[in-house]
């Protein structure tokens, strides 16, 4: 038997990975043991995987991830630590902080599966963008659904600097990174 370190991971990347078993249907187990335990505070066995992205305020504690095991629902909170083990057939995350430590792992996984797990781009889902438009540009009306995408998904806009010309310059972003 093989033990192997979880390596380090990133809130997004996490999230990432969660709506991976979501999309290929993946089932999903649960261990969630308090810090001055060793045995489980509670165990979930292979249920299916949900997951939302939260915005909230500084006062309620941050941006967090909403994760739905079956009808158990989890938040935590990108403050939280989090690792990661990617195998070839298996997923295995841990989300945890000085109280408790919530091991989640897959069941089997498809290579298709594994493949976009891995297919993660470090935080592009949370980083600010920022965008020029050309208002006298054929590209103007890709420019709009660009940042009518962008709104869908929860993000604002942060700031709009607007040219000589009539052209702007937009940063859209999540109200809350960076506190």
């Known amino acids: 038997m093989t033990i192997t370190k979880?390596?380090?991971a990133e809130f997004g990347e996490v999230l990432h990975i969660f709506e991976v078993m979501e999309k290929h249907s993946v089932p999903c187990s649960l261990e969630l043991k308090l810090r001055e335990d060793a045995d489980p505070f509670m165990s979930i066995i292979?249920?299916?995987?949900?997951?939302?992205?939260?915005?909230?305020?500084?006062?309620?504690?941050?941006?967090?991830?909403?994760?739905?095991?079956?009808?158990?629902?989890?938040?935590?909170?990108?403050?939280?630590?989090?690792?990661?083990e990617i195998t070839e057939s298996q997923i295995s995350l841990c989300i945890a902080n000085e109280t408790y430590a919530a091991w989640f792992s897959t069941g089997e996984m498809s290579p298709e599966a594994i493949a976009d797990a891995h297919n993660y781009i470090e935080d592009i889902e949370f980083e600010?963008?920022?965008?020029?438009?050309?208002?006298?540009?054929?590209?103007?009306?890709?420019?709009?659904?660009?940042?009518?995408?962008?709104?869908?998904?929860?993000?604002v806009i942060k700031n709009v600097k607007v040219l000589?010309?009539?052209?702007?310059?937009?940063t859209v972003g999540y109200t809350n990174k960076g506190e």
């Open 6 to 8: 979880l390596q380090n």
């Open 46 to 84: 292979r249920q299916s995987v949900k997951t939302d992205f939260v915005e909230r305020t500084a006062d309620e504690g941050g941006d967090a991830m909403q994760i739905y095991l079956g009808e158990t629902s989890l938040l935590f909170s990108v403050s939280e630590s989090y690792g990661k």
């Open 164 to 170: 000589e010309d009539g052209n702007q310059i937009l």
């Open 128 to 155: 600010d963008e920022v965008m020029a438009v050309d208002v006298h540009s054929d590209d103007f009306e890709a420019a709009l659904i660009w940042l009518t995408d962008r709104i869908r998904e929860g993000r």
